[in-house]
């Protein structure tokens, strides 16, 4: 999808995970999501790129769906490599989005929100595979003693992580 | 922000990012000690204040909204506004050697013969305004525009002229009109950005999204793109799994997480993200709300041409009149389109089908509502085109010496028309309008004197004008 009357199409298999330098890029129209985070126009040249804070960028750092792939990944690593209690956890992944470890206020809140999130996606009323797994009808096998509810509120979690501003800006 | 912006800007020490200090410029123990130097004398307090918060204009104003209506890729004002009989008469034969001195055009050899204009023109209105058959729409609001015949622009290529008229400058990276305004009067609307952008036609404006970016200022003041149809912006819509709770309690944690860093840190580029996160939730709500045009009455649909759910221009501008409606301060609609250098006759018809109807009905919509007096429409390209020919028979080249926009609403004098190009419409003979002088008249209705609104950045202040501009006080009421 564009601004213009331009489409990609998405790629499937290995074809997928290839890295943005390979996406087409029309010369007078960005690809629209790097278009979003202030890539310039292939049609003059660019000394220095202009940078800006949107609430777009916003929308497609929460939303798109490489976005939240990406917080499913993570929060399946973590479930899987990071540790034992929450805590760990918490330290693990938050450590592999900023490169230090949480102070005890950061862990407070991102632990309060596994707690809200796992209750929340324990009530019957959410399919916690919807959000946890790629493909809710084949979702993939969880760590012994985890609950699907878990992986949802770890999916969460991870993706608020991402989105901290800290883990986007590079100073 | 790079490690010097914060000297550049001239900022208030309170608020130079410790991040920067601590992370890249290597300080050590030292700095540890100053950090807590700071913090007794209470310096290290993080100012929290909303850069968006609306502010009062110093002067009187009497525009408090913008819509610039950007015909890019540059319309020939001699088929649109500018007759010149004169013209017709040499059609055929080489423009006077004296005329091309100096002149540089960007891609047909100057010396090429001249071109007669391709369209017919009568007067209308208590103004008399000469318009072209082309725009049958617009001749109905001649009396609540100003027609300005004489502006001129420094540069021939579309990004720079671009860049000229939405900055101020043919350098990328300075701050656009939008982001000044913004930045200078802040945003009336809760729910929806200060400066939003759309885009018809072929493409986007060849100056790409500098034309609507914030240069050195915040990045707050950025302009915000929306699409004409389907999701006005793209992802608006929660991914699978999330509902509303739990994007809102994500948000949550996202927010205080951040305010913890930025009381870590004082980064005031962290305010902004807060902003952004904010914002992207209630627009969230307010953007399908606002661009939902089937809750518009029957007339006023046929009265733009718009068509719900088909993207068009006409379907911009009365998205544009729900935006001021709703506070957004400066919205900015291009169509790009205009650039004929062949197919002239032909294209611009497609083009004048596309626009008239829509920037004729957004005007006279704005008048009915008691809008149009606060609400300030300019319609415009980036230049103008060549009196000689180019292709053949049937195009013309770029021309940065003449060419024509309109301006109405927002404390423009309605009915009138100022300044004049040669018989040839080659170069302006009276009442010369530069851009500068266009912005500097802007930002006057605006409520600002153009020397004064400044912005410290690389030890100097900046202005939209830079360093030229003056006021066109005669098509001020």
Known sequence: MSYGPKTWYESKGPERYRRALYTFRYRSLPYPMLDTFDTPNGDSACVRRARSDTPLQALTALNEPLSMETARALAWKTMREGGRTDAERVTYAFRRCVSRKPDTKEEAALEALLKKEEL??????????????????????????????????????????????ETITKQ | MNCQDNFWRGQDPKQISRRWFFEQCGVGVGAMALANLLAESGLADTPKGDPLAPKKPPLPAKAKNVIFLFMAGAPSHLELFDYKPQLAKFNGTLPPPELLKGYRAAFINPNSTLLGPKFKFEKYGQSGAEVSELLPHFTKIVDDVAIVKSMVTDAFNHAPGQLLMNTGTQIFGRPSMGAWVTY????????????????????????GNSCWGSGFLPTVYQGVQFRGSGDPVLYLSNPPGIDADVQRDSLDTIRSMNEMRQGVTGDPEIATRINSYEMAYRMQSSAPELMDLSKEPQHVLDMYGAEPGKPSFANDCLLARRMVERGVRFVQLYHEAWDQHENLTKDIKVNCKDTDQACTALVQDLKQRGLLESTLVIWGGEFGRTPMVQGGSDGRDHHPNAFTMWLAGGGIKPGITIGESDELGFNVINDKVHVHDLHATILKLLGFEHTHFTYKFQGRNFRLTDVAGSVVDKICA
Request: net charge neutral.
């Open chain 2, 184 to 207: 200078g009067l802040g945003n009336e609307s809760k729910d929806l950005p200060a400066f939003v952008v759309f885009s018809s036609g072929k493409k986007g404006p060849s100056g």
């Open chain 1, 120 to 165: 929340r996606y324990a009530d019957g009323k959410r399919d916690p595979w919807a959000l946890a797994a790629e493909d809710p009808a084949k979702p993939p096998a969880l760590p012994s003693g985890a609950t699907p509810a878990e992986a949802a509120a770890w999916t969460v979690v991870s993706r608020v992580m991402l989105n901290l501003d």
